[in-house]
């Protein structure tokens, strides 16, 4: 995958810049608007071209590049970045710290063809990256079965049996059930009496004890291992109630929760290109659990990536 720059205005007048000009030499300046990169955590980014897609097509006298990072240092013989001969970059192992503004300064060489006179162009080209990670998943699950009336024990210990069965259904996947609850309700149905019916809630949840040790034997794509436990455990929940039909009423659904790691978090607006992600908190930015927002600082003075706290 590659990443173009794209090109906003290209200021063609030598007088609208203010450049001092000679009899072989002037100068002419290029514009850019900042392209939006997203790079997962811990894996390389995209190629980072210093120039833009039409001007990939042209001859190029005497390039030269300069990347410059968000800190404000040249790239140039930093190791987390592969420069190519050509002006093309590759962050190597990104991680959330390394998110901001990368520039890259593009000067080269027109030649007039009559006169022979030599014209320095320079184009720069920004790009925002930011880290992210795939939101980790989780599911909400509520389910009604009938009962024979309210105020029996029975429906305690009914409900406690059947967090049992459930967490050991799942329990090898390291996923558990949390936030579990159940009502019983009076039910009038047309033509009929009336009904008990117990509404039982629940949420299958990837991160029971013990997680991390699997999560540190799947280096790098951890929510990718995390996710596709949780969804087992959420098939073989949904195979078991499927069996359960001498006890189990009409009503069965289940509801896609996704959360976040500490530090990131979700914004469709500013992120439409990454709305799915879990994208690192911008400077003045927090978030300090698994939720999916970024909070303001009150008192803004935090100035990185991934922030957890003020």
Same mark, same amino acid.
């Given at each position: 995958?590659?990443?173009?720059?794209?090109k906003?205005?290209?200021?063609?007048?030598?007088?609208? !810049?203010g !450049?001092?000009?000679?009899?072989f #030499?002037?100068?002419? $300046?290029?514009?850019?608007?900042?392209v939006?990169?997203?790079?997962?955590?811990?894996?390389?980014?995209?190629?980072?071209?210093?120039?833009?897609?039409?001007? /990939?097509q042209?001859?190029?006298?005497?390039?030269?590049?300069?990347w410059?990072?968000?800190?404000?240092?040249?790239?140039?013989?930093?190791?987390?970045?592969?420069?190519?001969?050509t002006?093309k970059?590759?962050? #190597?192992?990104?991680?959330?710290? #390394?998110?901001?503004?990368?520039?890259?300064? $593009?000067? @080269? *060489?027109?030649?007039?063809?009559?006169?022979?006179?030599?014209?320095?162009?320079?184009?720069?080209?920004?790009?925002? =990256?930011?880290?992210? %990670?795939?939101?980790? @998943?989780?599911?909400?699950?509520?389910? %009604?079965?009938?009962?024979?009336?309210?105020e029996?024990?029975?429906?305690?210990?009914?409900?406690?049996? =059947?967090?049992?069965i459930?967490?050991?259904?799942? /329990?090898? =996947?390291?996923?558990?059930?949390?936030?579990?609850?159940y009502?019983?309700h009076?039910?009038?149905i047309?033509?009929?009496? $009336? =009904?008990?019916?117990?509404?039982?809630?629940?949420?299958?949840?990837?991160?029971?004890?013990?997680?991390?040790?699997?999560c540190?034997?799947?280096?790098?794509?951890?929510?990718?291992a995390?996710? #596709?436990?949780?969804?087992?455990?959420?098939? *073989?929940?949904?195979?078991?109630?499927?069996r359960?039909?001498?006890?189990?009423k009409h009503?069965? /659904?289940?509801?896609?929760?996704? /959360?976040? *790691?500490?530090?990131?978090?979700?914004?469709?607006?500013?992120?439409?290109?990454?709305?799915?992600c879990?994208?690192?908190?911008?400077?003045?930015?927090?978030?300090?659990?698994?939720e999916?927002?970024? @909070?303001?600082c009150?008192?803004? @003075?935090?100035?990185?990536?991934?922030?957890?706290?003020?």
């Amino acid at each position: 995958f590659t990443a173009w720059a794209l090109k906003q205005q290209k200021v063609v007048s030598q007088q609208q !810049v203010g !450049v001092i000009t000679s009899s072989f #030499m002037s100068f002419t $300046l290029f514009s850019c608007v900042a392209v939006n990169v997203y790079v997962k955590v811990f894996t390389d980014s995209p190629l980072l071209v210093c120039m833009d897609l039409s001007l /990939s097509q042209e001859e190029i006298i005497d390039p030269k590049y300069l990347w410059i990072g968000p800190d404000g240092k040249n790239l140039e013989g930093q190791t987390y970045a592969n420069l190519t001969e050509t002006g093309k970059l590759m962050l #190597m192992g990104f991680k959330e710290s #390394m998110s901001g503004a990368y520039t890259c300064t $593009l000067s @080269h *060489r027109i030649i007039e063809t009559m006169t022979q006179e030599e014209v320095d162009v320079f184009e720069t080209y920004k790009f925002m =990256l930011y880290a992210y %990670r795939e939101a980790d @998943h989780a599911y909400q699950i509520s389910v %009604r079965f009938t009962t024979k009336g309210c105020e029996l024990a029975a429906n305690a210990q009914f409900f406690e049996e =059947l967090k049992k069965i459930l967490d050991n259904l799942i /329990s090898d =996947l390291t996923c558990h059930i949390i936030e579990s609850s159940y009502k019983c309700h009076s039910i009038k149905i047309p033509n009929q009496g $009336l =009904l008990h019916e117990l509404f039982v809630t629940f949420q299958v949840n990837p991160f029971a004890p013990g997680w991390e040790e699997v999560c540190q034997q799947v280096p790098y794509d951890c929510e990718d291992a995390t996710n #596709m436990k949780v969804q087992e455990a959420r098939n *073989r929940i949904g195979e078991f109630f499927s069996r359960q039909t001498y006890a189990l009423k009409h009503d069965f /659904s289940v509801t896609h929760v996704d /959360s976040c *790691r500490p530090g990131f978090g979700k914004n469709d607006i500013t992120h439409q290109n990454c709305a799915g992600c879990c994208v690192v908190c911008e400077p003045g930015t927090y978030s300090p659990n698994n939720e999916v927002i970024c @909070h303001v600082c009150t008192r803004p @003075h935090v100035k990185k990536y991934g922030a957890k706290f003020c």
